[in-house]
């Protein structure tokens, strides 16, 4: 129970910028393990690279990102992706490999070199495909299927990880409904049971406030706003940061906020 | 992947009967066994007894085995380059050109026979080798410092790099072959490819660069397939990507340049070797490389031995690996356009 108060993200005064162009701005926060964050804000708001700088993908610039206590750069690869699993934005495959090979990928971290994966391995990577709904597709090239499909095999890829914390960048882009729940559902099962850590970056509010625990709020690369959904979700704040006018209720079903758009040509 | 590293001692039984039987080919036809028993006399002791025997022996070990052996490596080592070059830049129809290595290899042996023509007398038989050598490395520094800017060293950066030095290269070239005049042929005659007159050294020198680039190249393969997924998850799976890539792409140039220093340009087998394979093996670089290496030694040994024993008049080996290998390209690579659209 102690371990779970102490925050296993701390994002200190962090700044990015691309050239002139500054992408993320005196950036301060810190999460908690076992709780589902969702990362909103509109195109551009520096969602990606906030992401990237957690992954330690770029050498940060200023400030500090301490992961378990300590400074995410120090971490070697190889124990940083025992820790860490991330669902980039883009799903282009180079090549034609099948999906079982895919998602066997994610046990990369854990095979050593020139030995053959595991009985556990292939467990995770079975179980892995069966959660998204992929396993019939498991000797198909990867190259072969469609958007939302090639979606739930990385996001399977993710999973067969096995990491404490999953980073994903707006996993449910291209799925339709019944796909987009069962992303959503496995996640949330994951951080409810399994006590992982997840943050997504989500663009459907009404997703993001069902599914999620806390929000964090980006707007022209500054944390506009974080805390419990009940409290961040407001009209005041989609005005605010998406310029968009919307009711926000209380969803009988879920007791969880329900956004309703003004549409303003209607 | 398990269902088909068969592949390999097949691939390996082929290239070693194909060995003996091309050393057998030629204008003395000598049998097998023969070939085998030379070779085994030659390798426990250096005397061999009879004067017929003896001429056999020369020509066997001292005429005909080095070029066999520098066609089998050469083969192999721009199979396995091509191979790589196209994993890394996640682009099937990469080869060792795309990059601008052989452009820079071939500028440098131009300039060196250049050199020769305008009364510098440095002996060509390593000069030639040594200036292509170099070329080839220098152009991959500068396709790098091109693509520096990029911190991901995308392929897209890295190819088009590639293209702007080869196309200024192959300006070179053009401006050396015009210097050169009269003496243009013996340019012209390299860059056509060629394995005639291959000796001892040279066969050592591809080999000891080439065995141990293919083995570091081996130890990073199954990186390689994760760095297809794309870099930034590479580097969440724990892959070293930035450097990864940098280690294959210095020890594929540096491939290239071994096999293109002693043979000039050959072409197509760094592209339809590695491309065919993928088709019929999969992607997974752990089979795909070494089985590349194998089949492109064995095909451009294949070639080289009909045009060194079997047709009436050698024709330079470059020549023929195009003038067989882009139409068969042509035609899978429409098949395959037509088994996509269906």
Same mark, same amino acid.
């Given at each position: 129970m102690i371990e779970q108060k102490s925050p296993i993200f701390e994002v200190h005064q962090c700044s990015f910028s691309y050239g002139t162009s500054t992408v993320l701005n005196d950036i301060s926060f810190s999460l908690q393990a076992g709780c589902f964050y969702g990362l909103l804000g509109p195109n551009g708001s520096g969602k990606t690279t906030l992401l990237d700088l957690m992954t330690a993908a770029h050498p940060r610039q200023f400030g500090r990102i301490s992961f378990l206590g300590r400074e995410i750069g120090s971490y070697n690869k190889r124990t940083l992706a025992q820790h860490i699993a991330l669902v980039p934005q883009d799903l282009t495959i180079g090549f034609d490999y099948p999906v079982f090979d895919v998602v066997l990928m994610g046990r990369h971290p854990y095979i050593p070199r020139f030995a053959m994966p595991s009985r556990t391995d292939i467990d995770l990577v079975e179980a892995a495909l069966a959660e998204m709904d992929v396993f019939h597709l498991r000797d198909r090239p990867v190259t072969h299927l469609s958007g939302g499909e090639r979606q739930r095999v990385l996001v399977a890829r993710a999973l067969a990880q096995n990491t404490g914390t999953l980073l994903l960048d707006e996993p449910t882009a291209s799925l339709d409904i019944r796909h987009t729940f069962d992303i959503m559902l496995a996640l949330r099962r994951r951080v409810s049971t399994a006590g992982i850590t997840v943050i997504a970056t989500i663009h459907d509010l009404d997703l993001a406030a069902v599914f999620c625990d806390e929000l964090l709020v980006l707007k022209e690369g500054r944390l506009y706003r974080s805390g419990a959904v009940q409290e961040v979700m407001t009209s005041d704040l989609i005005h605010d940061v998406f310029s968009t006018e919307a009711d926000i209720s209380l969803d009988a079903y879920h007791h969880k906020p329900r956004v309703r758009y003004r549409y303003a040509h209607s | 992947m398990r269902r088909n590293l068969a592949i390999l001692p097949v691939l390996f039984a082929l290239l070693l009967l194909l060995i003996v039987v091309a050393t057998g080919l030629g204008y003395i036809r000598i049998p097998a066994m023969q070939v085998l028993q030379i070779l085994a006399s030659r390798l426990v002791e250096s005397q061999v007894n009879g004067e017929l025997a003896d001429k056999l022996s020369v020509v066997v070990y001292d005429i005909r085995l080095p070029r066999i052996l520098a066609a089998a490596l050469v083969g192999g080592g721009l199979a396995v380059a091509g191979g790589v070059f196209q994993s890394l830049l996640l682009n =099937?129809?990469?080869? =060792?050109?795309t990059l601008g290595v052989s452009s820079g290899a071939a500028f440098g042996a131009s300039l060196a026979i250049l050199l020769t023509l305008f009364g510098i007398h440095l002996p060509t038989a390593w000069t030639v080798p040594v200036f292509a050598f170099i070329g080839a490395i220098l152009t991959l520094m500068a396709v790098f410092s091109l693509s520096s800017k990029d911190p991901r060293m995308s392929s897209n950066t890295l190819i088009l790099a590639g293209v702007i030095v080869a196309a200024i290269l192959s300006a070179g070239i053009g401006f050396i072959k015009y210097m050169a005049d009269e003496e243009v042929g013996i340019i012209i005659f390299w860059l056509m490819g060629s394995l005639v007159g291959k000796s001892w050294p040279e066969v050592q020198m591809i080999f000891f660069i080439t065995l141990p680039c293919l083995l570091v190249i081996l130890y990073y393969a199954r990186d390689l397939n994760i760095i297809a997924l794309g870099t930034k998850t590479a580097d969440s799976l724990g892959v070293e990507t930035l450097l990864v890539r940098k280690i294959l792409l210095v020890a594929a140039t540096l491939i290239t340049a071994s096999c293109v220093s002693i043979s000039g340009i050959i072409g197509f087998i760094g592209l339809i070797i590695p491309h065919l394979l993928r088709m019929l093996l999969g992607a997974d670089n752990r089979l795909l490389l070494p089985a590349s290496f194998l089949a492109g030694a064995i095909l451009l040994l294949g070639a080289d031995t009909l045009t060194r024993a079997l047709l009436p008049h050698e024709i330079p080996i470059g020549v023929l690996t195009a003038l067989i290998g882009g139409p068969f390209f042509c035609y899978i690579f429409r098949r395959r356009q037509l088994g996509r659209n269906l």
């Open positions: - | =099937p129809l990469a080869d =060792p050109y």
